[in-house]
């Protein structure tokens, strides 16, 4: 199984004024992943990386993290944006997250 990132480097946070989590290394935006917040779940419909920063783990990171704040608000995940579920499908840990009807629709 995937480890979470060690990489201190990385400073994750959530920017609820612009709708996402964000991933900086250096004080640079490296990754952001968009959600909109309903009643029960997280909509999750947008995760990028920014180019120079690919191959570096941290859309994986930024993943995690966003999935981590959805547990700890007790909301459910949905995974809109294709990077969100493919990660989802690839770590049990965080099905439990995703609805039963969810992981219909979007095969994980």
Do not use: W
């Not at 783990?57 to 579920?85: H, K, N, Q, T, Y």
């Not at 049990?92 to 009807?101: F, G, N, T, W």
């Amino acid at each position: 199984m995937e480890q979470p990132s060690a990489d201190p480097a990385f400073q994750l946070s959530d920017n609820p004024a612009r709708h996402r989590f964000e991933l900086h290394v250096g004080g640079e935006l490296a990754a952001f992943a968009e959600y909109n917040v309903l009643k029960t779940g997280m909509l999750f419909t947008h995760t990028e990386v920014l180019p120079s920063f690919e191959r570096r783990g941290v859309g994986s990171a930024i993943v995690r993290f966003a999935l981590d704040e959805v547990r700890r608000r007790s909301l459910l995940a949905i995974p809109v944006c294709p990077f969100v579920a493919g990660f989802l499908r690839k770590h049990p840990d965080y099905q439990d997250l995703v609805s039963a009807q969810t992981r219909r629709a979007y095969r994980i």
